[in-house]
């Protein structure tokens, strides 16, 4: 029996289809996200047939999953312009699975790979951080001095978790005292796996904390919390733990049915809920943490507690004319100011954004960055072509929701936080096991695709 959510109700229904119908069918889309992936196997150091000949001059900076998936896309469809991404991270991490990481289900080494085996040959890598922006005078400065002019720029710095906004809390402290973390890195991830691993033993009190404001894949602490009471049920341990879930507003997800399940789901396994808790403070030697909520600051005494830090645009960005000078965008993490549908720069014509850092409505996943790198890098050819962009994005977003090893829902949406299934055999109303088959196994290959530019 599976759970699907229908309208406001909860109920029980028997699949429509068998299990191995659904297996085959799954089994044969798994096969093809290898195929691509597999097609994607070989970095092109030039432009294929049909690439429009430029002597633009471009700019990327961030060679995160948006900054390498668009350096890609440029190089087979430019003939001749220079391109030149900006970051001195070597490593790349696959943020995706950090929760499963967290949660006891893969290894930290899963994770972690190298830009060098994505970027194409042709594309200049300056390894420095850029630290400031100049629009005015289409040019950027990076740490070690540098200053590098551009014709067009592509802003894909992902975000700043920022840490400090918790009196008290550093990234240090991950895998100390009951403190865990699934968003730093994946040896924090696997730190924190150390603390997830010894509550469900022992027990005691869990606080899963949420940020206020945008942060990326923000259905991770959710994950968290699910996943960690579904580890202690299987080791018959339930009993011996009192979970809090302290949620910065009102809701729990921003796409309305989610958010009806999840305030059903929480309670019925046990998970109670804080409204209106922000974590102000932490106080690790206590193991207490403190929350501003509406009736003042409330002190509560865990033994374990995952830290979700507020999130923003790293400081060059947020500082610079290109984010939001005013309005919510700016407020919240003085984002990338970018339209939300062509993602380009609302002020400035020659630039464009994509991934964590722009300030969207929704947005902060690898399914976006999937949709929205497209869309900025078939706009911004438009431009050099002399053309009106034309490519939109609807907010297209994806989560597995996972709510247990072994099961999840595969919640995909838009802007108008309408459901957009993509798989018509995988309800978007339905625990099932495809969603997470898909987590564990099929999506890692389809993000290494993604970041080929293949897909």
């Known amino acids: 029996m599976t759970r699907r959510i229908n309208h406001s109700k909860l109920e029980l229904v028997k699949p429509s289809e068998d299990v191995d119908t659904s297996r085959r069918r799954l089994l044969q889309a798994a096969g093809l996200g290898t195929s691509v992936a597999l097609i994607g196997g070989g970095l092109l150091t030039s432009p294929t047939a049909g690439a429009i000949e430029t002597r633009a ?217 804080d409204w209106h808790h922000r974590l102000k403070g932490i106080e690790p030697e206590r193991k207490r943490a403190i929350f501003a909520t509406a009736d003042g600051d409330q002190s509560i005494d865990y033994d374990f507690i995952h830290v979700v830090p507020p999130m923003r645009a790293p400081d060059a960005l947020g500082n610079s004319l290109l984010a939001w000078q005013q309005g919510p965008f700016a407020e919240d993490g003085n984002w990338l100011e970018v339209d939300s549908h062509s993602m380009q720069h609302r002020r400035y014509a020659n630039v464009f954004g994509a991934g964590d850092c722009v300030g969207t409505p929704i947005g902060k996943t690898a399914a976006s960055v999937k949709a929205q790198v497209p869309v900025a890098v078939q706009n911004l050819i438009e431009i050099i072509a002399g053309r009106e962009p034309t490519a939109s994005y609807d907010g297209y977003t994806s989560c597995p929701l996972i709510t247990g090893r072994g099961r999840g829902i595969l919640v995909e949406f838009d802007y108008e936080l309408n459901m957009v299934p993509s798989f018509p055999f995988i309800s978007p109303y339905r625990e099932h096991w495809v969603p997470w088959v898909m987590k564990d196994r099929m999506l890692q290959p389809a993000y290494n695709a993604m970041l080929r530019g293949r897909i």
Request: glycine share 10%; proline share 5%.
């Open 57 to 273: 001059n471009i700019v990327i900076v961030g060679a995160g999953a948006a900054g390498i998936a668009a350096a890609n896309r440029l190089s087979r469809s430019l003939d001749g312009a220079r391109i030149t991404i900006i970051d001195s991270r070597q490593r790349h991490i696959y943020q995706p699975g950090l929760t499963l990481v967290a949660t006891g289900s893969w290894k930290s080494n899963k994770l972690i790979d190298s830009n060098a085996r994505y970027l194409p040959g042709s594309v200049d890598w300056i390894q420095d951080m850029v630290v400031e922006f100049d629009p005015e005078a289409n040019r950027v400065a990076t740490a070690s001095g540098q200053t590098i002019d551009y014709d067009f720029l592509l802003v894909t710095t992902g975000l700043k978790l920022d840490f400090d906004a918790i009196e008290g809390m550093s990234p240090e402290l991950i895998g100390e005292q009951g403190i865990g973390c699934v968003y730093d890195s994946p040896e924090h991830a696997e730190r924190t796996w150390a603390m997830i691993d010894e509550f469900t033993r022992s027990g005691g009190t869990g606080l899963f904390t949420r940020a206020p404001g945008g942060i990326k894949c923000a259905g991770a602490p959710l994950k968290v919390a699910m996943l960690t009471e579904d580890l202690a049920r299987r080791r018959g341990n339930r009993d011996r733990l009192a979970m809090r879930y302290q949620s910065p507003g009102s809701g729990l997800f921003s796409q309305p049915d989610m958010d009806a399940f999840l305030k059903r789901e929480f309670p019925d396994r046990g998970i109670s809920i």
